[in-house]
């Protein structure tokens, strides 16, 4: 089984619509992230969390939030979905000075 | 503001021949950068991490330096394979977050060709 897992893998939603992705893991670490990915614009931090109780903005938060229900469950939710969210989103954990990455999500906004 | 910078233009090669692929970090001192592995439509891959008191660092055919002097790392991949065609990131952490946040650079495209 794959250590840091994403649902769903595809989604194609509604401008307006709200919309939850969901990441969990089984490695067993503290610190959890959501990263997009855009061409040509490279992996943009939305939120990390380095405990259940610690919740950080990342550079590109806005339209964004998170849940960090568990250790190994960290949710991102679109509130109102537009187009230019449409993306290739990761969830990642981190130990040490390294990050392990699940295989993504696509999401597209029509 | 903090910056690494790679090559964006897509690197060519034939197998068997050696990939260098540079990284650049500009306005701080990381102290370290790390090296990771994207193919198409996947998660970053972690690879290989070089300190900023190691010049070098290798695994199998892959091979890190750091140069503190030129602000660069270069990523080698010797005796080059079709399957090491895919994006490779580097990246370095961030100053903020407790260096527990990274900064990434865009990527390079390497395909290696039969």
């Known amino acids: 089984d794959a250590d840091v897992t994403q649902t769903p893998r595809n989604r194609i939603t509604k401008t307006g619509k709200r919309i939850m992705l969901e990441c969990s893991q089984t490695?067993?670490?503290?610190?959890m992230y959501w990263y997009r990915q855009d061409p040509g614009l490279g992996l943009q931090l939305i939120y990390y969390?380095?405990?259940?109780?610690?919740?950080n903005k990342g550079e590109i938060s806005d339209g964004y939030s998170v849940s960090r229900q568990a250790q190994a469950k960290f949710s991102l939710s679109l509130e109102s979905a537009i187009p230019n969210q449409t993306a290739l989103y990761f969830c990642?954990?981190?130990?040490?000075?390294?990050?392990?990455f699940g295989p993504g999500t696509r999401l597209l906004v029509l | 503001s903090q910056k690494i910078e790679q090559n964006s233009e897509a690197l060519n090669i034939q197998e068997g021949k050696t990939a260098t692929l540079t990284c650049n970090y500009t306005?701080?001192?990381?102290?370290?950068l790390q090296w990771y592995r994207q193919d198409p439509g996947r998660g970053p891959v972690f690879l290989l991490l070089?300190?900023?008191n190691e010049k070098e660092k290798r695994k199998e055919r892959l091979k890190v330096t750091f140069d503190t002097t030129l602000k660069q790392s270069l990523f080698h991949i010797t005796a080059s394979q079709p399957a090491d065609s895919a994006t490779y990131l580097c990246?370095?952490?961030?100053?903020?977050?407790?260096?527990?946040?990274?900064?990434w650079g865009l990527g390079t495209s390497l395909a290696v060709n039969p």
């Open positions: 990642a954990t981190g130990f040490g000075e390294t990050q392990y």
């Open positions: 490695k067993g670490h503290d610190r």
């Open positions: 969390s380095f405990d259940v109780k610690d919740i």
């Open positions: 306005n701080y001192s990381p102290a370290y």
């Open positions: 070089i300190r900023e």
């Open positions: 990246a370095a952490p961030s100053r903020a977050g407790n260096n527990r946040k990274l900064i």
